[in-house]
């Protein structure tokens, strides 16, 4: 690839970053490629050794375990399996990979599978031929042992930065790099509201996503430039446009740290209305960057990231529990809202538990999914009501579009007290809210709210939903638009409707933290904000210049134009 080769995609989480390229190539295994420095290189080859010897052991296990009558073909074919295990020509040669090359053992094996593999293409014996799938059965299981954590865990501590390309990731294998072992990533495909985006957007690191072929036209090793201010992936720059970035991150950085003086300062607008920020968070890991942000509670807890991850089995309620406690204790009094676990869509638990349908974001998901299952559900429902004990909690049902699923979800929570009560279990008072995803609860917002304590609208679902848009389909995410007049009428009116009950609603979906919407959503009286951490300081910006009462009449005329995004983009006359 030429010096400096520049790659537009869409910007996930504003920011910076620059740094060696891992490739995780879900095409091939998930196979990373990264180099390893001398230190780490005989690290490496353990690695690779004790997956050889879980491999031997697989095999042995099942050759002791061969049922009388099997055929002779299968033993002898285990035999195969375990020789090829201790041929110099692939063992041998894929430690040449690491010790000579640096190559990480994924990368190695797959390499020497490459090499091998055309060998056995040039053969003329159809017999020795069709050796070659014993040598891709074998490299498969050695990939499985090697796969773990995609391999990469290996990179924490490494002495330069790392930047990870994929064709794309799901939420879940985000959750492997919580732990800061890359500064930033970009993806092929991706969507700026898809589920894997909102998280990536949570763990405030610099990524692009919906570059086109970027995991095709990058190698390991190269340097790679995230711009996400610019939605732009930089490929092997030089060494002035290196300095040019490095400079530009470091007053990004010092902008941040001038947004972060805000956090001591009260959520009150220039009138004097208090406004609530809050954090949408995935569990206890995510606490103190809520905390160091100035959240005021959480907003929402993403409950189903306990489910994940897990190839199907799911959380206990012990394990739920102390999963709750950690992020009740860790917010020190503040509210935190917990949402029942909402899987489908983007989000599948995978098919040891329930096959994907044909069309997951109007199947069973979300509150259809728990009350589908409701042993599952109240097991959740005992978890949360114990961790209630321990400090103000909020129960919020999602995806509610019927009053019937109200009725229902409230009834196997009492039936969730009174297990707890008869096991002789403490449960603590909760306050239960249902979110606002889908138009039929916009309509609904009077009747919902005679029977929950609070409303939170779910804008991304929202959207798509009001807009009949897959918001994950890149064929069509440019129609997914928040300032759509109907979804902002939908918007609005949900807050009247909280306002006439005399009960909260808050937004949890990414129109609470988009700074383009926030004056408007104040001049609609709402005033309760969850979003990432990383998007409170800049919120809090707004909101502490602004003039509610001076913002109503030109936020009602917003949401009543046949053109709000102009209007928005043109700005209140305040």
Avoid at 269 to 275: E, I, K, P, Q
Wanted: charge should be negative.
């Amino acid at each position: 690839m030429s010096m400096g080769a520049r790659i537009k995609g869409l910007s996930v989480t504003p920011g910076i970053a620059q740094g060696r390229a891992v490739l995780i190539q879900r095409s091939a295994g998930e196979i990373a490629r990264y180099r390893l420095d001398g230190a780490r290189r005989e690290a490496e080859l353990a690695r690779l050794a004790a997956a050889r010897d879980a491999v031997v052991r697989e095999l042995q296990a099942l050759q002791t375990r061969l049922p009388q009558g099997a055929p002779m073909e299968l033993a002898a074919l285990l035999d195969v399996h375990l020789q090829l295990l201790h041929d110099e020509a692939l063992v041998g040669a894929i430690r040449h990979w690491i010790s000579d090359h640096g190559y990480n053992a994924e990368w190695a094996l797959a390499t020497q599978m490459e090499v091998l593999a055309r060998q056995f293409d040039a053969m003329d014996d159809p017999y020795l031929r069709e050796r070659k799938a014993d040598l891709e059965q074998v490299v498969e299981r050695l990939l499985h042992h090697l796969n773990e954590g995609l391999g990469i865990e290996h990179l924490a501590g490494s002495d330069e930065p790392r930047i990870l390309i994929a064709r794309d990731l799901s939420p879940a294998d985000l959750l492997h790099y919580r732990d800061g072992v890359f500064a930033g990533f970009a993806t092929d495909m991706g969507t700026a509201t898809s589920h894997t985006t909102i998280v990536a957007r949570s763990m405030g690191i610099p990524a692009v996503v919906a570059v086109r072929g970027i995991s095709e036209r990058v190698n390991p090793d190269d340097w790679v430039i995230i711009d996400s201010e610019a939605g732009l992936v930089v490929v092997n720059p030089d060494a002035c446009e290196r300095a040019a970035y490095a400079e530009r991150a470091a007053t990004l950085a010092q902008d941040n740290r001038e947004l972060e003086s805000l956090v001591v300062l009260p959520s009150r607008t220039l009138d004097g209305v208090m406004v609530q920020l809050l954090a949408n968070i995935e569990g206890p890991h995510d606490v103190p960057a809520a905390l160091r942000a100035g959240a005021q509670g959480v907003g929402l807890l993403r409950s189903e990231f306990l489910f994940m991850n897990r190839k199907g089995a799911l959380p206990g309620e012990d394990e739920q529990y102390e999963a709750y406690r950690g992020v009740v204790q860790g917010m020190g009094g503040r509210p935190v809202t917990i949402r029942t676990v909402d899987i489908g869509a983007d989000k599948p638990l995978g098919p040891v538990v329930r096959p994907v349908a044909a069309n997951p974001a109007l199947g069973l998901r979300a509150i259809r999914w728990s009350l589908a299952d409701p042993e599952m559900f109240r097991t959740q429902l005992r978890a949360i009501l114990r961790a209630a004990v321990l400090g103000p909690v909020k129960l919020l049902f999602p995806m509610v579009s019927h009053q019937e699923q109200l009725d229902q979800a409230l009834a196997q929570l009492q039936i969730a007290r009174d297990e707890l009560a008869a096991r002789k279990v403490a449960a603590g008072d909760v306050q239960v809210g249902a979110m606002v995803e889908v138009p039929a609860a916009a309509l609904l917002a009077d009747e919902f709210l005679r029977c929950v304590d609070f409303l939170s609208i779910g804008t991304n679902d929202l959207i798509q939903y009001t807009l009949a848009i897959d918001r994950t389909d890149e064929s069509v995410a440019y129609l997914y638009t928040p300032t759509h007049p109907a979804v902002l009428r939908l918007v609005a009116s949900v807050i009247a409707s909280a306002e006439r009950a005399g009960k909260e609603v808050a937004i949890c979906g990414e129109m609470a933290g988009d700074v383009q919407t926030t004056r408007l959503l104040l001049g609609l009286g709402l005033k309760s904000f969850s979003m990432q951490p990383s998007q409170i300081p800049r919120v809090k910006q707004q909101l502490v210049q602004s003039d509610v009462a001076a913002l109503k009449a030109w936020a009602n005329a917003v949401v009543h134009s046949a053109q709000p995004h102009a209007m928005l983009a043109q700005g209140p006359s305040v």
